[in-house]
């Protein structure tokens, strides 16, 4: 089975299932989470890019890389004799890494319109998630691709459905209203769901914090952790301004909407 389809049938399956969980351990401070109509038909969109990105980008920058990482030929036959739990840890580990960069850098002033798409949501479900730009997508994949390239994982079939897993998982739930216990503590190591709805947050000063993907270390580490319990007020969701969908979309230059003249 080609693994677009594997991924579209693991984004399925996972998302129905972190659904059926926010619908009954929902977080009490943010009510239920409907799913807008613009990303009911922008999910197709947004599946259609990423699949591209993922048959088209991915094998360019897989091929990029490898040329790349001649000169550490050595370290490359190292790591290959690593066994596969070894490298997928070493995998999310340095992929997140690099992750929380990109994302803190497309939350400056001089790439905020290449993510803005994605902070538009006013409500986060399994749907939400996949808001983005074109260049949006290509900053959250880059960062694993490169890494997988790395460490070997383009040529190891069990870790490809590991990874998938441990990505779908973190994608649906960090984006569902899902209600995660010991939550606080969890989030001196992994990302959780109250956290990265803080990211979410309408006002800038909370929104620019929690840019990790999985682990949370980095932005403890860098001084960007925000604890929900010290939000005083967890929503709104969204943004502030109206952009027009179009300039969202293409990423160029935000609009905002003009108000209709009566």
Request: net charge neutral; proline share 5%.
């Amino acid at each position: 089975m080609p693994e677009v389809a594997v991924r579209l049938i693991a984004f399925i399956v996972v998302g129905v299932a972190v659904w059926a969980l926010a619908q009954h351990f929902p977080m009490e401070e943010y009510g239920k989470q409907q799913v807008e109509p613009f990303d009911r038909w922008f999910l197709v969109i947004a599946l259609a890019l990423a699949g591209g990105v993922d048959e088209v980008f991915a094998p360019l920058l897989t091929s990029l890389t490898k040329h790349l990482y001649q000169g550490a030929a050595g370290t490359r036959q190292e790591v290959a004799g690593w066994s596969v739990s070894t490298q997928v840890l070493a995998y999310l580990i340095v992929t997140d890494f690099l992750g929380y960069w990109a994302h803190r850098l497309m939350h400056t002033p001089a790439l905020w319109r290449i993510h803005a798409l994605h902070h538009s949501a006013r409500s986060l479900n399994w749907f939400s998630g996949m808001r983005g730009s074109p260049l949006h997508m290509l900053f959250v994949l880059a960062p694993g691709v490169l890494v997988a390239s790395l460490f070997l994982l383009t040529e190891s079939r069990s870790a490809f459905f590991v990874l998938l897993f441990i990505e779908m998982a973190s994608q649906h739930l960090t984006h569902s209203n899902v209600r995660l216990p010991f939550a606080r503590q969890l989030e001196w190591l992994l990302v959780t769901p109250r956290m990265h709805f803080i990211h979410h947050h309408r006002e800038a000063r909370y929104g620019n914090s929690n840019y990790g993907f999985y682990f949370s270390i980095w932005d403890h580490l860098f001084g960007t952790y925000i604890d929900a319990d010290d939000v005083p007020d967890k929503g709104p969701l969204g943004l502030v301004e109206n952009y027009t969908r179009t300039s969202l979309f293409l990423g160029l230059k935000l609009t905002e909407e003009t108000p209709d003249k009566r």
